[in-house]
C-alpha cells in the first residue's frame, strides 16, 4: 500500500526552527499536490502549507506565513515543511497529506492519502 510518511518532529525552544520531512512510496509522487495540515489537542486538524505537483504554487495559512516554507523534491518522492520562528501554539501533530487536483488548496477533503503523524512540542 502506497504510504505517506511524516519525520522530524520532536521538542524545541520557542524561537527555534524544525524540518519535517515527509516520504511518499508511490511511483507517481509527481502526479499529486500536496499538503501539510496540523492538530493541536482538543482542537480541530487545521490547514498549514500547499504545494502544486510541479512546485510551481504554494499556498499558507496566515498563522504561519513568513515563518514557514514548504518544499517539495519529485526525484526523490519527498515533501518538506520547514518550521523557523517556532511558538508555543505551533504545538500540534503535523500531517502529511497528498491529494490529485491540478494546483494547491487548503481544504482537507481534497487529500486522499494522509500520513500518521509527527509530533512537534514548542515550549516557551
Known amino acids: 500500500q502506497v504510504q505517506l510518511v511524516e519525520s522530524g518532529g520532536g521538542l524545541v525552544q520557542a524561537g527555534g526552527s524544525l524540518r519535517l520531512s515527509c516520504a511518499d512510496s508511490g511511483r507517481t509522487f509527481n502526479n499529486w499536490a500536496m499538503g501539510w495540515f496540523r492538530q493541536a489537542p482538543g482542537k480541530e486538524r487545521e490547514f498549514v502549507a500547499s504545494?502544486?505537483?510541479?512546485?510551481?504554487?504554494?499556498i499558507y495559512a496566515d498563522s504561519v506565513k513568513g515563518r514557514f516554507t514548504i518544499s517539495r523534491d519529485n526525484h526523490n518522492n519527498m515533501v518538506y515543511l520547514q518550521m523557523n520562528s517556532l511558538k508555543p501554539e505551533d504545538t500540534a501533530v503535523y500531517y502529511c497529506?497528498?491529494?490529485?487536483?491540478?494546483?494547491?488548496?487548503?481544504?482537507?477533503?481534497?487529500?486522499?492519502?494522509w500520513g500518521q503523524g509527527t509530533q512537534v512540542t514548542v515550549s516557551s
Open positions: 497529506a497528498a491529494g490529485i487536483m491540478p494546483t494547491v488548496s487548503a481544504e482537507a477533503d481534497r487529500y486522499t492519502r
Open positions: 504545494i502544486k505537483w510541479n512546485g510551481g504554487t504554494t
